[in-house]
């Protein structure tokens, strides 16, 4: 398969650098299962956070565990509270069709919305808050070039990314992907054996990428540098 969905346990040691070093290739570089990753829609659209809790706001209050059952019916619980903010905001003058609903780590609803409505809806007692949906780009590091998350040799500044209180020692990570390039020098000795779902007779071993020929898909390669990636220029490191 061109670009198969490809499962890379990466073993979580202890420090990692980022990406593949070849160049970036855009939107168009990293082909899904249902072609060219779609270019992402911002015009008018909005975040609307609730204060009904998530599924994990009741995780939480239960002490960090739960069981399926109890997860069910959570989730249920916060579809059911989102529907009945939607009927009331709809009631109150903010008719409002959800484009992506949000119950897992937060309850909320994605939405094109008229910018008229966000007062009603900032006023309404059941909304948390109200968030436009904005291109984020990175800003400029002096002397340093932000590119595939790599410095340029020589540069005295890096980026230091960490989870407080955790360096991932002795954890497994499963990746979801495109293949990873196995021998990418800043992944020697953080990866696993991976598994192809797709072709389940090869391995997780990135493949060609059908749109930029001599290339191969680097997207997965990219996700398990910032993951358990190691000894990149100046230092940098994945997160664990």
Partial sequence: MLCAVLVALLALIAGGAGAADD??????????LLGSRPLPQLGGRWIVVLKAPSLADRVLRAGGTATEREMRAWTTAAQDAQQRAILRLAFHGAPIQPEQTYVRVLNGFAAALDPRLIPALERDPGVAGVYQVRAVYPAAL???AVDADILEPGADTRVDVSLPGSDGSGITVALLDTGVDTRHPFLQGRLLPGIDELDPGSDASAEQNPTQPGRPERHGTELAGLVVGNRGPQGIHGVA
């Fill in 23 to 32: 160049d970036s290739g855009g939107a168009a570089g990293w082909q899904g």
């Fill in 142 to 144: 002096p002397n340093a």
